[in-house]
């Protein structure tokens, strides 16, 4: 038997060994050679607009909101939506009365 050499890469050990294809490693080869998905902000992910948004300025904005809709149910709109609006350095947030509200009012 020959002597085994020391301190050899995995390279040098394997040579130019190719592994047949059995049902055992066939689906392991897609897996490794499949590349990664990137992980960071991406255009094509739907929820990128709301990974700024923590869960205290949920809180807050989510606070906010509901003063807004009691102080509407108390002037009687009951169905509204809200209006976003920028400007300058503020995003501003106004209660609008629906469609359908301004309708019943008429």
């Known amino acids: 038997m020959a002597k085994i050499p020391k301190n050899l890469s995995d390279t040098a050990m394997f040579g130019d060994y190719k592994e047949n294809l059995t049902f055992e490693n066939e689906n392991y080869a897609e897996e ?6 990137v ?26 909101l509901l003063e807004l809709k009691v ?10 939506d809200v209006k976003v609006t920028t400007q300058d350095k503020q995003i501003i947030l106004t209660g609008v009365p629906s469609k359908a509200e301004k309708k019943k009012a008429k």
């Open 32 to 37: 490794t050679a499949a590349p990664q998905p």
């Open 39 to 64: 992980k960071g902000i991406q255009k094509d992910n739907k929820n990128y607009e709301s990974e700024f948004f923590t869960p205290e300025l949920q809180e807050k904005v989510g606070k906010a």
């Open 71 to 80: 102080k509407l149910y108390k002037e009687g709109i009951v169905d509204f």
